[in-house]
């Protein structure tokens, strides 16, 4: 479990940089609450603390010294620039600092910068928050408050929250953290199969018997790969031959006609149009067994589930439809 500190900065009596309208410690606070909620909602082994969640002001040693002694893995200080000036930067401590600060800096940096129009660097500067936190720290400017333009780009809750998103692909990206999958009890009731898994292993750890399982996907053989899709769900969702179709939940769907091709549709192994091996080509016109439809990857309409030559076969959404 790695230790994330979140340091919105100023707060309370210390309202920060103030122009536009606008305020340093309320939008510090903004981007600092996504980028904890991005990181809990996305990364698995991240645990975080925050020096405020409201408009109080911890002093800046406060918050140091609650970051030390909790043991935090990165102290990550919000800020918004004043001064005149436009654009984004960021500081660690001007003194002796270890890689891994750098490594820091640059993580976050490499995410934050590029959502400006400037990038102003990575600098080095003696500022409290940094210098006093034991583990590397990194101190962000985002944007200039009293620049019209970026304070109308601050205005905006959704680049706040882009803002705070990056911050936390970044920390996550120097910590190397794993993202969490959906699961087993995705909402669409599929499951992906990993390598080594079996008919039986899936059947028992989602409480279906393999036969069940089988009648849900409509497999006539037992032998499944990584990277299939299976149904484990058995309520009776309507399935609409719509451009984007939804997971299927029973077995059979009638037949699928293959349209917008120029000759035929690929058949492919796995929903997923970049990583998949070609099974064969169904001629345009022409209709198959039609399991139901995935979402997979790389198509944005989707993937039909057919059978093909007795296997389970994928054709892009918009290349067939339902009969
Ligand atoms: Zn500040």
């Known amino acids: 479990m790695v230790k994330v500190y979140i340091d919105p900065g100023h707060g309370g009596t210390d309202p920060g940089a103030v122009a536009n309208g606008l305020k340093e410690k309320d939008l510090t606070l903004k981007?600092?609450?996504?980028?904890?909620?991005?990181?809990?909602?996305?990364?698995?082994?991240?645990?975080?603390?925050?020096?405020?969640?409201?408009d109080t002001y911890p002093s800046l040693t406060q918050r140091t010294n609650e970051a030390n002694a909790w043991g935090a893995d990165a102290f990550v200080s919000i800020h918004i620039n004043a001064g005149g000036g436009t654009g984004y930067e960021d500081y660690i401590?001007?003194?002796?600092?270890s890689s891994?600060?750098?490594?820091?800096?640059?993580?976050?940096?490499?995410?934050?910068?590029?959502?400006?129009?400037?990038?102003?660097?990575?600098r080095v500067k003696n500022l409290a928050v940094v210098?006093?936190?034991?583990?590397?720290?990194?101190?962000?400017?985002?944007?200039?408050?009293?620049?019209?333009?970026?304070?109308?780009?601050?205005?905006?809750?959704?680049?706040l929250k882009k803002i705070g998103q990056a911050h936390a692909k970044g920390i996550a990206n120097y910590f190397g953290l794993k993202k969490k999958t959906s699961g087993n009890n995705a909402p669409s009731g599929t499951y992906t199969v990993k390598k080594g898994d079996t008919l039986w292993s899936i059947a028992t750890?989602?409480?279906?018997?393999?036969?069940?399982?089988?009648?849900?996907?409509?497999?006539k053989s037992d032998t499944i790969h990584?990277?299939?899709?299976?149904?484990?769900?058995?309520?009776?969702k309507p399935s609409k031959p719509a451009s984007k179709p939804k997971p299927s939940n029973s077995g059979k769907h009638g037949k699928l006609k293959i349209i917008n091709v120029n000759n035929a549709a690929i058949v492919m192994d796995k929903p997923d149009r970049n990583n998949s091996k070609n099974l064969g080509t169904v001629k345009k016109g022409a209709t198959l067994p039609l399991n139901g439809s995935v979402r997979g990857k790389n198509s944005s309409s989707g993937y039909w589930e057919v059978n093909f030559n007795g296997r389970l076969g994928y054709i892009t959404g918009k290349f067939g439809k339902k009969v």
Do not use: C, W
């Open 31 to 54: 981007i600092a609450k996504y980028t904890r909620d991005y990181l809990q909602d996305n990364y698995k082994g991240v645990s975080i603390k925050m020096s405020r969640t409201g």
């Open 131 to 159: 210098r006093q936190s034991k583990m590397p720290a990194v101190l962000t400017e985002n944007g200039f408050i009293d620049t019209k333009k970026d304070a109308d780009f601050l205005k905006s809750n959704a680049n």
């Open 205 to 219: 750890d989602n409480g279906l018997t393999v036969k069940k399982l089988k009648d849900l996907n409509g497999l």
């Open 226 to 236: 990584p990277g299939d899709k299976l149904t484990l769900s058995g309520s009776k």
């Open 100 to 122: 891994d600060t750098h490594k820091l800096q640059s993580a976050i940096h490499n995410e934050v910068a590029p959502l400006f129009s400037t990038n102003r660097g990575k």
């Open 93 to 97: 401590y001007n003194g002796g600092v």
